[in-house]
């Protein structure tokens, strides 16, 4: 019976800035992406019957089942190529699940991926892009060739940051076991600022800086990328839900407290939260830190990753 694995990596979110509401009621934002080495595996295999069965070591994608973006990135191929076939899947889960990591859209871009091998589609690169942007707003980003990338309007337009080719940033990433959605996070938004209802202040170094919306877009990031500059980029590094997400949750506001006083630097939270993340310029600074943050309580997953 043919087989085919897919990796699917996780992405960080170097900076984030929400710009307005659409009209369609999603958001216009600005972000820049870095595909890191952290991945769930998707394994496709065909079946006799024309059936679409779903199993994973995750119970959250068990119960989800036809919710999931994976389903739906199946059932988007059948109908659209007027496929008869059956298909079994599982999804080896690593990546933490609804932490701004984008695990769901990666498997469900490496779903399409492996499809397009497993039935013979024959789908150019482009076309698998546009396949992408039909199921949700980063699948794109994984379909598309590059580490660095530029996301706009939904953040399912994408480009390659060029020059940036030889660029490997290392991160220690944090996930406290805290599961935000991102239609919950972009409701706090719009409470908050949409309405002007107020600003949060974060952690101790969110208020020295005062950090609110910046007037600054990404392109300072994109700089201090192509300058290979790690104190340039940890400074301008933002993200529109931060302050709102942790002011939600006391638990993430302290665990960003003790890492901040641990390493004496910026600590950041991806996408719609609730990982956390560190960027270093070599291994042997993240290495160092790790050991520092033995303490952390039990609850707590932490990963040593690099630019994929």
């Given at each position: 019976m043919k087989q085919?694995?897919?990796?699917a990596p996780a992405k960080i979110n170097l900076f984030?800035?929400?710009?307005?509401?659409?009209?369609?009621?999603?958001?216009?934002?600005?972000?820049?992406?870095?595909?890191?080495?952290?991945?769930?595996?998707?394994?496709?295999?065909d079946i006799p019957t024309d059936k679409v069965v779903i199993e994973s070591n995750?119970?959250?994608?068990?119960?989800?089942?036809?919710?999931?973006?994976?389903?739906?990135?199946?059932?988007?191929?059948?109908?659209?190529?007027r496929i008869k076939r059956g298909l079994y899947v599982y999804i080896e889960k690593n990546i933490p699940i609804a932490a701004g990591l984008g695990g769901g859209s990666s498997d469900a871009a490496a779903t399409i991926k492996g499809l397009n091998k497993l039935w013979n589609l024959g789908l150019s690169k482009k076309e698998l892009l546009?396949?992408?942007?039909?199921?949700?707003?980063?699948?794109?980003?994984f379909m598309a060739e590059g580490s660095f990338l530029l996301g706009s309007e939904r953040g399912n337009k994408v480009s390659k940051i060029s020059k940036t080719d030889n660029l490997k940033l290392w991160h220690i990433l944090i996930a406290s076991g805290i599961k935000v959605s991102t239609?919950?996070?972009?409701?706090?938004?719009?409470?908050?600022?949409?309405?002007?209802?107020?600003?949060?202040r974060g952690s101790s170094l969110s208020k020295r800086l005062r950090l609110t919306i910046p007037p600054y877009g990404a392109n300072i990031v994109t700089c201090a990328l192509l300058k290979r500059d790690v104190s340039l980029l940890n400074y301008y590094s933002y993200n529109s839900f931060e302050n709102l997400v942790i002011k939600q949750f006391p638990k993430l506001a302290r665990l960003k407290g003790v890492l901040e006083d641990i390493a004496h630097d910026f600590v950041h939270m991806s996408?719609?939260?609730?990982?956390?993340?560190?960027?270093?310029?070599?291994?042997?600074?993240?290495?160092?830190?790790?050991?520092?943050?033995?303490?952390?309580?039990?609850?707590?997953?932490?990963?040593?990753?690099?630019?994929?």
């Open positions: 085919v694995k897919v990796l984030l800035k929400i710009l307005n509401k659409r009209e369609d009621g999603y958001h216009n934002i600005e972000t820049v992406f870095e595909k890191i080495s952290l991945f769930d595996k998707v394994i496709l295999k995750c119970k959250d994608i068990l119960l989800a089942q036809k919710n999931n973006t994976v389903y739906k990135a199946i059932c988007l191929i059948k109908n659209k190529f546009n396949l992408s942007r039909g199921i949700g707003s980063d699948v794109p980003l239609p919950y996070a972009y409701s706090l938004f719009d409470k908050h600022y949409v309405r002007g209802e107020g600003e949060f996408g719609s939260g609730s990982a956390l993340f560190m960027t270093f310029s070599n291994r042997k600074g993240a290495e160092y830190l790790i050991r520092k943050m033995r303490g952390l309580p039990k609850v707590c997953r932490y990963f040593l990753v690099s630019t994929l």
